[in-house]
């Protein structure tokens, strides 16, 4: 099975063995790709001189990021408009292998052996993403550089990080040293489940475990993962959220915030009523961050938030009523467009794409924004018919922080389950109005950390959901990557690439 699916195989009789050492002609990162590949697993060496080989040739009238891949008794072609194509041929050559290609070895070089085929391919959807939180939970650098060579076998593009919340902040800004002097570390963290929604829902818990969280990635990981990242054809968007979700910044310098009275890093979840203030101050501080975000993250779109931030604390705030009162703004919708004009137009004037949550539909979004819509696809639907580009990432079938079995001795998550079966209709909610389909750009799939501690966890949550996700944002359906038995094959490479994907419950009742 090659997972996503092409759009057009045929296949000839015969067979390819690789010889070794391998020539290969031509080609740049997917090329290099194709040599680490090849010696990590096999130990195959790889030369530019002649013989049967694999040989790279740029086509000028391909798509971005197609390409054709021919495999015959004399050879392998691979044709690409850019780098992108050029990589994902790579990848779908590497799935026509045996599946230990993609692990860490050892395997017999005499194994490496093709059909003959004839593929042409190119992507349903510019932008087919994942996102991680860690906030929430700091996520070690190598598990991020794992997912990336993961996602990249899906033909996935963008890695949206986000980076900030109100439980921590993970990214340097040398300007203000305590965002991860002070910022980073929360003192514990709420034990077991977040209570329902009741008058305290949104105060600290003081009763959290007593177990110190937290952490940051330096300047020098950040490069290591864009520059691993750009290998592979991917772009990381890093993603600031403001100006709610911002508890942890206001911990590290408390005269940003709208009250007086944050001492750390929130040690629940649920929505934190302490929110930026609304002064000059503070936005002079969100510019400040995101022009040293855009230095770390060159040339990516800049998330900006907007999701989730309760006003009631703007109106209790001396500051921000004076502001409010100078520019006329009676509510909290009006307070929070107002922010977010000031911050859009900062991202735009350095020559970036904002994106906010969908939200900001609300607040009379700005020009120039693209709306993540995350709720429902009627708010997919009212982003692109209103003129704005939009990605699609609605909570019901991209959300995998929600389980995906219910059964017994699980463990604890946000809610669910959101089965493999209800991810394959994520298709559905790509195909909207034919008038304004255009401004659907694609899709991603998000993981929430706030039950989640460690790689290995996040990993039995994306994995395989994620894989019919990949498979419905590449090819714009789902083809048999519903369930566990249609993804057989793609379950082996799963395995040889050592990820933790989530098997089916044992049912232990009849024993």
Sequence with gaps: MLLPTPRHVRLEDGVLRLPAPLPIRGGGPGARLLSERLGRAAGVSTTTGDGVGVDFHREKDLCPEAYRLLVSREGVQIFSGDDSGEGW???????LLPTQVVGPGPMEPDDLTLPCVDIEDEPAFAWRGSMIDVARHFLPLDGLLKHLDVMAAHKLNVLHL????DQGWRVPVAK????????AWRPGTLPGHQPPPDEDDRDDF???????????????????????????????????????????????????????HVKHPR??????????????????????????????FPGSPIHIGGDECPSVEWFSDPASQAL????????????????ERQICEHVLAAGRRPVAWDEVLELGAPEGITVMAWRDRAAISEAAVRGFDVIAAPVQYTYLDYGQYDAPDQPVTIGGPTTLEQVAGFADELRIDDAAQPHVLGGQFQLWTEYVHTWGRAETLLWPRGSALAQQ???GSTEGADSLDGLDR????LTAMEVNWCREPIDTTSA
């Design 162 to 165: 986000h980076l900030t919340d």
């Design 324 to 339: 409010m009162a100078h520019q006329g703004i009676t509510t909290g919708q009006e307070a929070q467009a107002w922010f």
């Design 206 to 260: 003081p009763q959290h475990d007593g177990r110190p969280h937290g952490g940051h990635y330096t300047v020098e990981e950040i490069g290591r993962l864009v520059a691993r990242a750009a290998e592979l054809g991917i772009t990381i968007m890093p993603e600031i959220d403001m100006p709610g979700h911002m508890e942890a910044a206001i911990a590290a310098y408390p005269e940003l915030g709208a009250c007086d």
């Design 176 to 183: 203000y040293p305590r965002l991860t002097e002070a910022g």
């Design 89 to 95: 041929a790579v990848q779908t050559l590497l799935q």
């Design 490 to 493: 793609h379950l082996q490479r």
């Design 473 to 475: 944002l590449w090819a």
């Design 267 to 296: 040690t629940c979840f649920g929505i934190s009523d302490h929110v930026l203030a609304l002064t000059d101050r503070s936005v002079q501080f969100c510019k400040d961050v995101l022009d040293t975000v855009m230095e770390l």
